[in-house]
């Protein structure tokens, strides 16, 4: 569970910026979307909205900027670092900082990191193990340059320092254990698996497979896809791969695919394209089996058929793919999704979101958006659920709408598209 992260000098955001999921007790509307797991009570929702150009995605960004660095030993040698640098400055040489504070395991941690700006070099990183306000936090490591405390051996941990100067403690200990706290591990299980973000280029080409392994995640999408009258069922259909070439007449195609690569009882292939999974190809007893999902659709005087992938739309596509983060949402995970209502209709988004505001989660769903259908208070959301994002002097700022005075009587939409609380496009006179 995610309760806070701050940024600054990086992307968009010059000046520090925090994000938070810290509910107002004032607030008694929809109880049922704070989490009492643990010691602190935390939102499990939230909205950000603003301009084009605001700092939306870029928020995603900072998350994934932070995911990537903890989880991968060389990812600070993979991209440019100046670009992640907020631009609109004559000088600029101050580092980039961000600190996050989340939930796993049982415990409260903070981690954050400090980038140079020239040579990204590590300047600071560390974790403690977070008193929540109650009591002083725990240090579980601190670095400063190459210097590392406490460590089982200060000599190797140096060394691995001067090696590996753009890495993340909390990777490279994974590969050489110098601190023997096995937060360390946990930690970074927390950014590796529990922490997803789903950007609009999002894809994903095993689809087929997860549904077809997962059959609690099928019967989620099942439902949540009846929910919205998209479909009467959605099937993994399997079929031994010489009668779908028969019935498919796609022999080439199939020959070019199994060319790829040896099929074996653990693995299989994947056909994608047009952002569709639109067939897998397995073992089953020896035999290749060819999957493929299949949406039972209502016709003209009750006839019903099965269509393949190929026939839905885009948005169909398109929320298939955000299934699964909205299950995993439901089961613990913290999940960002930026601009969730990329090609779909915007009753359609309010009603997904009901639905999943409405079920039983353990986790987190944080989203960009720019609907104010969404802006809801008596019939979706809480104002301490919704934030923006808008630019001053190039600077990106976020504020909770939490900080206003909203009535629950209050219609926010109508206050929003008024420009009343800001984050909306500033347009001049076009003629």
Not at 158 to 176: A, D, F, G, H, T
Not at 313 to 327: E, K, N, Q, W
Not at 408 to 423: A, F, L, S
Request: some cysteine.
């Amino acid at each position: 569970m995610l309760l806070r992260v701050s940024f600054q000098n990086i992307l968009s955001f010059y000046r520090r910026s925090d994000f938070d999921m810290f509910p107002n007790p004032k607030r008694e509307i929809f109880p049922h979307h704070i989490n009492e797991i643990g010691q602190i009570p935390l939102l499990k929702h939230a909205l950000i909205y603003g301009a084009n150009g605001a700092g939306k995605s870029n928020f995603v960004k900072v998350l994934q900027f932070l995911r990537a660095f903890v989880i991968d030993d060389s990812f600070l040698d993979k991209i440019d670092l100046k670009d992640f640098f907020f631009q609109l400055v004559k000088t600029n040489k101050e580092p980039i900082k961000i600190e996050i504070e989340f939930f796993t395991n049982g415990k409260y941690y903070i981690y954050g990191v400090e980038i140079q700006h020239s040579q990204k070099n590590i300047i600071n990183e560390y974790l403690h193990l977070s008193g929540i306000g109650k009591k002083d936090d725990e240090t579980i490591f601190e670095r400063n340059g190459n210097k590392v405390s406490p460590t089982t051996d200060s000599k190797l941990s140096e060394e691995l320092m001067k090696r590996n100067p753009n890495s993340s403690i909390i990777c490279l200990n994974k590969q050489y254990p110098v601190i023997s706290d096995s937060s360390l591990s946990k930690v970074y299980n927390w950014f590796e698996n529990e922490l997803k973000i789903v950007t609009i280029n999002t894809q994903t080409p095993f689809l087929i497979a997860m549904m077809s392994k997962n059959k609690q995640l099928l019967n989620f999408a099942n439902k949540l896809l009846a929910k919205l009258h998209i479909t009467d069922s959605l099937q993994v259909e399997e079929t031994p791969i010489d009668k779908w070439m028969l019935d498919k007449k796609k022999t080439n195609e199939l020959q070019k695919i199994l060319q790829r690569a040896s099929i074996t009882d653990n693995s299989g292939l994947s056909e994608f394209s047009n952002n569709r999974n639109n067939f897998n190809i397995t073992l089953k007893n020896g035999e290749q089996i060819v999957q493929e999902f299949m949406f039972e659709q209502l016709g003209v005087d009750g006839f019903k058929k099965k269509m393949d992938i190929t026939t839905q739309s885009d948005g169909t596509v398109r929320l298939l793919t955000l299934i699964p983060a909205l299950y995993d949402a439901s089961k613990g995970d913290v999940i960002v999704i930026d601009e969730i209502e990329n090609s779909m209709h915007p009753t359609l988004i309010y009603n997904l979101l009901k639905f999943f505001f409405n079920i039983e989660s353990k986790g987190q769903l944080i989203c960009t958006t720019h609907l104010t259908l969404l802006q809801d208070q008596q019939g979706l959301v809480r104002p301490d659920e919704l934030w923006k994002v808008e630019k001053e002097n190039g600077n990106s700022v976020m504020t909770s709408f939490n900080d206003y005075k909203i009535h629950n009587t209050m219609n926010i939409r109508k206050g929003y598209e008024e420009g009343r609380y800001g984050g909306v496009p500033y347009i001049s006179n076009i003629e």
